[in-house]
């Protein structure tokens, strides 16, 4: 087991790194940004932190994508050279966990690059800084590893489709996405006050009273469930193997 985990890792090194100079790109840019703001526009300089809010964003797309690539594009690879497909799922679960934390160890610097910035070029901005509204180390812990384990069960689920289904698979989970993301709106349009006399609208009306009812544990542990049942999907995938070249 231990020899698949290194082996992944060897194998994928570069994919590591690479991601680590598109998130000190991203920062960099996010930095560069703040500065024309702050120096082209004038006004009264403030904490906007583009450096971390660019890193963040590169960072959540890599960590979807990058482990998605490895499950998808190294399985039938690893399986041809003799490869178990336990083995190989434990050494991908690895190096993607491995990656994810690189990736937010990373957005964590981009936060120290951000407050390194207004200190040396706003020095007046960043003595406005409120340090008692700054969560606790605990907090930001727990979330990073909630992120982490989030990230690391879609990465595998999504990976696992890519591997089954190839382009279906992305065509169908793009349309589903691009489904949800209208359907809100489209349901707030069509339901919206002025028309609450109409059957959609009484019937987001009561659906938007029993959401409102249940208290916000209820969807953490909905969002978990699911989120763990997408991992465990696709796990099943893999372990199951759909291998549709090699022998």
């Not at 289904?165 to 989970?173: D, E, M, S, T, Y």
């Not at 691009?178 to 059957?199: F, K, P, Q, T």
């Not at 997408?230 to 291998?243: D, E, H, K, P």
Request: net charge neutral; aromatic share 12%; hydrophobic share 55%.
């Amino acid at each position: 087991m231990w020899k698949s985990i290194k082996r992944e890792i060897s194998v994928n090194r570069d994919g590591l790194w690479q991601t680590e100079l598109i998130l000190a790109a991203a920062c960099l840019v996010g930095e560069i940004v703040a500065f024309c703001l702050w120096h082209f526009v004038g006004g009264e300089p403030e904490i906007i932190p583009m450096g971390t809010i660019l890193t963040t964003i590169a960072a959540a797309v890599c960590a979807v994508l990058f482990p998605a690539y490895y499950f998808s594009c190294g399985y039938e690879q690893a399986l041809t050279l003799g490869c178990t497909r336990g083995r190989f799922l434990v050494g991908e679960l690895a190096l993607s966990l491995l990656h994810i934390v690189l990736l937010m160890a990373t957005a964590g610097l981009a936060v120290l690059a951000d407050l390194g910035f207004y200190r040396v070029f706003y020095p007046q901005a960043y003595e406005r800084i409120d340090w008692e509204d700054a969560p606790p180390v605990t907090y930001l812990l727990l979330a990073a590893v909630v992120a982490a384990a989030a990230l690391l069960c879609f990465g595998l689920f999504f990976g696992a489709l890519l591997q089954r289904w190839g382009k279906r698979a992305f065509w169908v989970l793009w349309g589903i996405g691009m489904g949800l993301s209208y359907l809100g709106a489209a349901v707030e349009h069509l339901g919206g006050a002025d028309r609450e006399d109409s059957l959609l609208g009484r019937m987001v009306g009561s659906v938007g009273r029993v959401l409102a009812f249940l208290p916000a544990a209820v969807y953490i542990c909905l969002g978990g469930a699911a989120l763990l049942a997408a991992g465990v999907f696709g796990a099943v995938l893999l372990l199951r193997g759909s291998i549709r070249h090699a022998v």
